[in-house]
């Protein structure tokens, strides 16, 4: 079936600094992929869709200047926490989708800022 | 309202018990339905999917969807303790935008 690999899965950083986070279709390729952010017992939010060759569509609130995603390959779209703050905290988690409208998502990344 | 409204539970069943897990959305317009499990601190993995109304089984785990009353619902028979996790519904809107449910926290105690 359709791997999808995070990496990586824990990250500690200080307050200011920038984290980048990447997310890998292994077997298959992906023009559309997408990135979620989780807080504790709380559902997946859309952060923002990201599509091979071209600018990323965030979602309402996210802020473009502070989550980078850059979707440079079919099999590669990477995520970067800009200038991170404490409140940036969160599990981080990208999807891919497949042909059959099924949606393979990473095991996460989970970032915490101090 | 919530385009996708789960009741976060949590639910406590024991060993063997029949698990009824539900969502209704709010668009006529959605036409694929998903469901997730999700083990603590990993990532969401898809166990079921429809486009239809009607029932889909696969294994001990069973989806139905009601369109007529924009209800979907996730039925596991035998439930074990390793079925114990957290459930998320999702439909695919316009644009393959996924919109999760709340997720329902299950617990099966042996």
């Known amino acids: 079936g359709a791997v999808v690999s995070q990496h990586p899965s824990r990250v500690i950083c200080k307050s200011g600094t920038s984290v980048k986070i990447e997310c890998r279709s292994l077997d298959f390729q992906a023009t559309t992929m997408f990135w979620y952010r989780q807080f504790p017992k709380q559902s997946l939010m859309l952060m923002a869709t990201s599509n091979e060759g071209s600018k990323a569509t965030y979602e309402q609130g996210v802020e473009k200047d502070k989550f980078l995603i850059n979707h440079a390959s079919l099999t590669l779209s990477t995520l970067t926490v800009t200038s991170a703050h404490p409140e940036d905290s969160s599990f981080y988690i990208c999807s891919a989708r497949d042909t059959n409208y099924g949606y393979t998502f990473g095991s996460g990344t989970r970032l915490t800022v101090v | ?85 957290t459930y998320l519904c999702a439909v695919v809107a316009g644009g393959f935008k996924t919109i999760f449910g709340a997720g329902t926290r299950l617990f099966v105690k042996a």
């Open chain 2, 1 to 85: 309202q919530k385009e996708v409204e789960q009741d976060p539970g949590p639910l406590s069943v024991p060993e063997g018990a029949i698990v009824s897990l539900n969502c209704t959305y709010s668009n006529s317009a959605f036409q694929y339905f998903m469901w997730y499990r999700q083990y603590s601190r990993k990532g969401p993995e898809l166990l079921m999917y429809t486009y239809s109304s009607g029932n889909k089984e696969d294994g001990r785990f069973t989806a139905q969807v009601d369109k007529s009353s924009k209800y979907i619902s996730l039925f596991i028979r035998d439930s074990q303790p390793s079925d114990s996790a």
